[in-house]
């Protein structure tokens, strides 16, 4: 028992020590913009940036909406599978974990082959059609991390009974899906919510090739350009990623003590 304990502690010091370094490294680094002294001059000049923030909430508005996309996609089909198509369970998932298979170059010039301004549906061609196919391409990025979550939800609850009980009270299929499902997987989509906004602010492949002003390509941007801002960069960027983390952990303890005290 002794040794198995050594061992665990030996296993999760090295990970930490894996993981933790690189980022104490680009930290320190990033507070050496003033020679011989640390400061927060690099954090400052990307801050003051008005690129920086035309970027940073240009990314956020994507984020809002794949967010609220994604869920309006998913919630429904997850729940119609569980409910009335148990046996294409393994085609939706393996649907859905395709874009982790597929390069997002691919799903980006597929997109640019199909609807360049030559095409039937010259997308490309206006700011608003190429911000929707940006939109698709986050949305389908985020597949399969928000449908594991949801599906995840729905298995916790009776799916079946719940829909006959709200049909015997004459509710029709929205009322059931806005007014019962949605509100009991909630902690599950905010999860895939969470994970999802992360992959958007960090994306730059889609957004690069798209020619949008996202966050992703302004950090290559500034990385090509600059010493010390990129590794400010990185770290707020890390930051963003840990706390997206952070707080699916504390919306599902959240969810168990509420269920708890029920």
Same mark, same amino acid.
């Given at each position: ?6 061992? $665990?502690i030996i296993a999760l010091l090295f990970g930490? %020590? ?7 490294? &680009? ?6 913009? !003033? ?21 940073? *909430? ?12 994604? #869920?309006?996609?998913?919630? =429904? ?26 390069? =997002? %170059? ?12 030559? $095409?039937?549906?010259? @997308? *490309?061609? $206006? +700011?608003t059609g190429t911000n929707l196919l940006l939109?698709?391409?986050? *949305?389908?990025?985020?597949? =399969?991390?928000?449908?594991?979550? +949801? ?8 799916? /079946? &009974?719940?829909?006959?009980? #709200? ?10 899906? /806005? ?16 994970? &999802? ?10 957004? $690069? ?9 302004? @950090?290559?941007?500034?990385? #090509? ?5 990129? #590794?400010a960069l990185a770290v707020i960027a890390f ?13 599902? !303890? ?9």
């Amino acid at each position: 028992m002794r040794v198995q304990r050594f061992w $665990s502690i030996i296993a999760l010091l090295f990970g930490f %020590i894996y993981f933790a370094l690189p980022l104490i490294g &680009t930290l320190e680094f990033s507070l050496r913009a !003033r020679r011989g002294v640390y400061s927060l001059d690099a954090y400052r000049s990307v801050l003051s940036d008005p690129q920086f923030r035309e970027t940073f *909430t240009y990314s956020i508005v994507m984020a809002i909406f794949t967010i609220f996309v994604g #869920a309006l996609i998913v919630v =429904p089909t997850a729940y119609w599978v569980r409910l009335k198509l148990p046996r294409l369970r393994p085609v939706v998932e393996f649907i859905t974990l395709l874009p982790l298979v597929i390069p =997002p %170059i691919v799903i980006v010039f597929g997109y640019i082959r199909l609807y360049n301004t030559s $095409s039937f549906l010259p @997308m *490309t061609g $206006s +700011v608003t059609g190429t911000n929707l196919l940006l939109l698709l391409g986050y *949305t389908t990025l985020s597949l =399969p991390y928000m449908y594991r979550a +949801v599906d995840t939800g729905l298995r916790t609850l009776d799916v /079946a &009974t719940l829909t006959e009980a #709200a049909q015997s009270l004459g509710a029709g299929w929205f009322t059931i899906i /806005a007014r019962l499902i949605l509100p009991n997987v909630l902690v599950a989509v905010l999860s895939g919510a969470f994970i &999802t906004f992360a992959i958007v602010i960090g994306e730059f492949v889609l957004a $690069s090739l798209l020619n949008r002003p996202a966050f992703g390509p302004y @950090m290559q941007l500034v990385g #090509a350009n600059k010493a010390y801002e990129p #590794a400010a960069l990185a770290v707020i960027a890390f930051s963003i990623a840990w706390i997206c983390m952070g707080l699916i952990q504390l919306v599902t !303890r959240f969810s168990k003590h509420t269920k708890a005290q029920r």
